[in-house]
């Protein structure tokens, strides 16, 4: 009897001490749930802080650098505006324009046409290409694909649509993103909301290393993948939409070509 009795109290002295030891813990266990949740949002609100702007020589954002050896910059403001520029050339006309309610000069991209710059660059193995694009008027719809990219030649007598490695704005079905080379044979698909930037600013921003290009509008990455073979040229290009409709229009500007020391 007595041999029970004492077991009975060594339960019961045991459960009392468990149980704080497991209020302990679950209090434990609660903050560090809470630290790392807090830490969590602040990675997630500093990542959302980084997504749109203009890029900086060795600035990282994401997963972009970009470069900081200055290989062409043209922002158009020693062009005037109505006469052509001498960066670019097209199978079109190549005016250089301004925009209301819009700082600086733009190259106007006329329907049906071509560009490419004046002279073929030639590109180190790792390089960074930035520009605005800004598309002005009352309906996406009113505005057909517009592609950018590299082709393998600088040649601008015609018109080149899908040409080598490139990046199509699907801009009539609101937002539709693709990229695709026929060699390497690649095509994605993805959607990024092109409706919300009608007459508002989009960066764009290019990083090449050797075959591979990763894509980002307004600082977030949509494409990073396998774009190029080996020995391919590269001659950057942008080919403007087929049409236009009630008077929407696509302008460019502010480009800067770096590579890396």
Known sequence: ????????????LLLSWEIPAQAQLDVLIKKAKDKAGKVLEKEVNTGDAKKSGT???GERSGNFI???SLIFAE???????????????????????????????WLALRDKATYKLSRALIYPRKFTVEFDLLATGDNVKDIAPLTFGFATDNSAREYTSGAGAYTELQYYDGDEVNFSNSSPQNFVNTTFDLAVYLNR????????????????????????GTMFNPSAAKNFYI???????????????????????
């Open 1 to 12: 009897m007595r041999t029970k009795r004492t077991l009975t109290w060594l339960i019961l």
């Open 239 to 261: 080919t403007a939409p087929w049409e236009y409709k009630n008077g929407a229009r696509v302008v460019v500007g502010n480009f800067k070509i770096y590579g890396f020391r």
């Open 55 to 57: 890029f900086t020589p």
């Open 75 to 105: 922002d158009f403001s020693g062009t005037p505006a109505g006469t052509s520029s001498r960066s670019f050339k097209s199978n079109g006309v190549a005016n250089v324009e301004t925009v209301s309610g819009f700082g600086g000069k």
């Open 201 to 224: 600013k989009l960066h764009i921003a290019l990083f090449v290393d050797g075959q591979q290009m990763a894509v980002y509008l307004d600082g977030q990455k949509l494409y990073d």
């Open 66 to 68: 970009a470069g900081d």
